[in-house]
């Protein structure tokens, strides 16, 4: 590779990781491409050339940090091609809560997807369909084949999402969980720890939800 490729490449990585900072700190409307190129020591000719505009940057910067978390902690985790139903749920959960929690993602990231939730740009119905939604199909695949026949679609999506909604809750209720004295889990430890709390509560909730009449009603 050449000296001037190398630096395009230097320059690109270098503006992905200051505009996420940018970004989460003053959201996608409050960043301008001035104030990132300043940052990132970088031309603003600098982001037309490898990005477009900056709702290229700002769709490359989630894309980017989406990808290299996949890379790191694959959504499918660490399991055999034979494993059970229930040893995927397990590796799923803890896939995730490595990315969320264990240096898996930016930090700047999780402060974006809040602001999404909040103030959706163009850039979420794009990460809905390319990232967000095949790890979600993924997991409630699983959840369907542990609760068997007998548990309905409607019930499958909602374990799903129950399981999702304990593995964020931490990052998500963070200021509120400090006040309250109880901390995130932050070493491998208390991850591995959380992952099996999570993966016991959730296989319980999918076999009722799949063998009880009464919590059907």
Request: glycine share 8%; charged share 25%; proline share 3%.
């Amino acid at each position: 590779m050449s000296e001037h490729a190398t630096q395009d490449l230097d320059t690109r990585q270098r503006l992905l990781e200051v505009a996420g900072a940018v970004f989460a700190e003053l959201g996608y409307r409050g960043a301008t491409v001035r104030d990132i190129c300043q940052r990132a020591e970088a031309n603003v000719a600098s982001i037309h050339y490898h990005f477009g505009d900056k709702d290229g940057l700002y769709r490359a910067v989630l894309q980017s940090a989406f990808e290299a978390a996949e890379a790191r902690h694959p959504r499918t985790g660490s399991v055999d091609a034979g494993a059970s139903a229930e040893e995927e749920l397990q590796a799923f959960v803890l896939a995730f809560l490595r990315r969320i929690y264990g240096g898996g993602v930016p930090t700047w990231l999780m402060r974006i997807m809040s602001r999404e939730m909040f103030e959706p740009t163009g850039a979420l119905e794009h990460l809905v369909r390319t990232v967000h939604r095949p790890t979600f199909e993924h997991l409630r695949g699983i959840v369907s084949r542990i609760g068997g026949p007998s548990l309905r679609d409607e019930d499958a999506l909602r374990c799903a999402q129950a399981v999702i909604a304990q593995c964020v809750f931490y990052k998500h209720a963070q200021a509120v969980m400090k006040l309250m004295g109880h901390s995130e889990p932050s070493t491998p430890a208390e991850i591995d720890q959380l992952a099996q709390q999570i993966t016991r509560f959730s296989l319980a909730g999918i076999r009722g939800s799949s063998g009880s009449k009464e919590l059907r009603r």
